[in-house]
């Protein structure tokens, strides 16, 4: 397929896109939408936490209109390479309670108050998740502290992003948002013309560094007619150990290769409902097998939403190995895993090793609402011994 050009405001950029996907899935809407109701005083499900309900304003620097500038390259320290391997800050023995969600993947932790870690636990935080994916942390505060203190507290992972399309809590543009509000419709015109809401993605990609250690914290969950929490879980998928089930040879296929990550899309279905771009958006590439810093773990870095094209293959070519990845990480649920919300619930993952998808499986009209702290990380790099 041939590359298009989309136009932003007066800004016409060409992109790779579309590929086998087809453009940047329209149903984000639901995470990135401007919404009408900013009161939560609405009578079905208001808001629990009605200071993080989105905002649109462009906040960037005004004699720019209000649109930020481009990102700079920044050096990321992933302060996991500090930490203690045998965890004593993070999960002191017989105070703690871990359960493992899967052998390899995916970890639930209760007993530890996040907020109150010390940098040596935070240290301890970064390489857990590193090793496990990603964990569900239960009982936590993190809703309920003061937004800048939640912001100091991921500040520590890396540089903190402003998402370019979403809605912001007033005052508070690094925190990204997900926020479906009460009736909100949407949901039902996904599946007229979709069969799944599942929508696999690792964030933003298309930065040139993208985020690693990345924290999303509910704010309100869906809930049954019966008043029980039920829809909307978040699933995740091992990239790590979708690259290990590769053969020799196909892993040798894959060595060396880039692909384009495009957020051109992203910004260009925001503008074209109407929304806030807030910074113009870029395309950079990547290596297609990226090497963690801290564990050494290779993980296949490619994802449905963002990624475009290997980079000197044609398109057909570049669609069929694409299709194929995405087919196997899809079809991986022996190395996936589901995260059922509840309140005060954090969930912490390492956007480097795990992709992941909002489900959008409830009609009861309830609201779904949740706040992300995202660190960018370093530079994508692939080392091969
Ligand atoms: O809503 C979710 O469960 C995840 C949304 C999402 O993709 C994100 O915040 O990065
Ligand atoms: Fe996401």
Do not use: C
């Amino acid at each position: 397929m041939a590359p298009s050009v989309v136009t932003i405001g007066s800004v016409t950029q060409k992109t790779d896109a579309p590929t086998i996907q087809g453009p940047y899935k329209d149903f984000d809407r639901g995470y990135l939408n401007k919404t009408k109701e900013l009161s939560g005083t609405e009578k079905h499900s208001p808001a629990s936490y009605p200071h993080y309900l989105p905002t649109f304003e462009l906040t960037g620097p005004k004699e720019n209109g209000g649109v930020y500038y481009p990102l700079e390259e920044f050096e990321h320290y992933d302060h996991g390479r500090d930490a203690d391997p045998s965890f004593p800050h993070l999960l002191p023995q017989g105070v703690v309670q871990v359960e493992n969600l899967t052998p390899k993947f995916g970890s639930e932790v209760r007993g530890v108050q996040l907020s109150s870690l010390t940098s040596a636990g935070k240290d301890e935080l970064a390489l857990f998740v590193a090793q496990r994916g990603v964990v569900a942390f239960r009982d936590q505060d993190f809703a309920d502290l003061p937004i800048q203190e939640a912001l100091d507290f991921g500040g520590y992972f890396g540089r903190h992003h402003i998402h370019p399309a979403s809605g912001q809590p007033k005052g508070y543009p690094e925190i990204h948002l997900v926020h479906r509000g009460a009736e909100d419709p949407t949901l039902n015109n996904i599946f007229e013309t979709r069969t799944s809401s599942v929508a696999w993605h690792s964030d933003v990609t298309y930065e040139k560094q993208p985020p690693g250690t990345t924290f999303l914290y509910i704010l309100d969950t869906p809930k049954d007619a019966d008043g029980k929490i039920s829809g909307g879980d978040t699933a995740f998928v091992s990239m790590a150990e979708a690259y290990e089930r590769l053969s020799e040879p196909f892993r040798e296929r894959l060595k060396g290769l880039r692909a384009t990550h495009s957020g051109v899309e992203q910004s260009a279905a925001a503008a074209a409902r109407g929304s806030v771009v807030r910074r113009l958006p870029v395309i950079n590439d990547h290596p297609v097998v990226r090497t963690h810093p801290v564990t050494g773990k290779k993980t296949l870095f490619v994802n449905p939403q963002f990624t475009r094209r290997i980079i000197g293959y044609k398109y057909e070519e570049s669609d069929a190995l694409l299709k194929f990845l995405y087919d196997h990480t899809a079809y991986g649920t022996d190395f996936q895993i589901r995260v059922k919300w509840a309140p005060k619930t954090v969930v912490v993952w390492d956007n480097r090793i795990a992709m992941h998808s909002a489900l959008l499986d409830w009609n009861s009209g309830g609201r779904r609402h949740l706040a992300r702290i995202t660190p960018q990380a370093e530079v994508p790099t692939e080392s091969w011994d």
